[in-house]
């Protein structure tokens, strides 16, 4: 097994993050790599349910996505099981701290291979999802255009 780790200290609190994970419409916003917009067909936020979505590239290609979420702890856990290719976990977990909240970000892929393989694009890719998380969820960062781009898609 291969899992990338990452973390972030956002400046707001758990229940401000989660917040920004369990809405539909603010995920979107944020969720992938620096250029991407999302479209949602399903998304349902329960332990077992399904989110099936489709990331845009900067380039205008698309990439269908489906995953479960198979753990929910309101302000504390998500883990999402993605089970279209490439098949990976996807704990995010958050800590309260002096600051607002530690973020936990840890993809893990059974198929170390696979895993190897795309490193090159998991690794930055993960960071640019939690600098577009902490943008979506810290009061400060929000201002003008970049607002604008934040909520395209």
Wanted: overall charge negative; aromatic content about 10%; glycine content about 8%.
């Amino acid at each position: 097994m291969t899992t990338f780790t990452h973390g972030r200290q956002i400046n707001a609190s758990p229940g401000a993050v989660f917040a920004a994970i369990e809405d539909p419409q603010r995920l979107a916003r944020w969720w992938g790599p620096d250029g991407f917009t999302n479209s949602f067909s399903v998304f349902e936020f329960r332990v077992g349910g399904n989110w099936h979505f489709t990331m845009h590239g900067p380039d205008g290609t698309s990439y269908p996505n489906q995953s479960q979420f198979s753990e929910i702890v309101p302000n504390q856990r998500v883990v999402i099981r993605h089970v279209s290719q490439p098949s990976f976990s996807l704990s995010i977990d958050l800590h309260p701290s002096a600051g607002g909240t530690q973020v936990e970000w840890r993809q893990s892929f059974s198929d170390e291979k696979i895993a190897e393989a795309i490193r090159h694009i998991v690794v930055p890719a993960n960071e640019q999802n939690l600098a577009r998380l902490a943008n979506e969820v810290e009061p400060t960062a929000k201002t003008g255009d970049e607002t604008e781009r934040s909520c395209s898609g």
